[in-house]
């Protein structure tokens, strides 16, 4: 079994930045794709950044650019740096990771609110 667990979340005015982490512990395998997924009210669970062992990364289109993953394997965790945020990224962030057998494993989230 793998835990994750975020931290980082908060308010923020648009154009501000924030900084999500997650920490994995437990029975974690040598590769796995680790990432971000957000949830807005009334909307689906959507894809934001993904990075795998080797680094190799992955957005959405609509933060690229603005928000960087970066990933700390000794320390089996992974970073969402969010910079000129807007409200429209506003939702509940959900770390995510994947292992070698393809089993999904998710934090319990962190509310991202962005408004003035």
């Known amino acids: 079994q793998v835990q994750l667990v975020e931290s980082g979340g908060g308010v923020v005015q648009p154009g501000g930045s924030l900084r999500l982490s997650c920490a994995a512990s437990?029975?974690?395998?040598?590769?796995?794709?680790m990432g971000w997924y957000r949830q807005a009210p009334g909307k689906q669970r959507e894809l934001v950044a993904t990075t795998t062992t080797r680094s190799i990364t992955n957005y959405a289109e609509s933060v690229r650019g603005r928000f960087t993953i970066s990933r700390d394997n000794a320390k089996n965790a992974v970073y969402l740096q969010m910079n000129s945020l807007k409200p429209e990224d506003t939702a509940v962030y959900y770390c995510?990771?994947?292992?070698?057998?393809?089993?999904?494993?998710w934090g319990q989230g962190t509310q991202v609110t962005v408004s003035s």
């Open positions: 995510n990771l994947i292992d070698i057998r393809s089993t999904a494993y």
């Open positions: 437990g029975s974690i395998s040598r590769f796995s794709v």
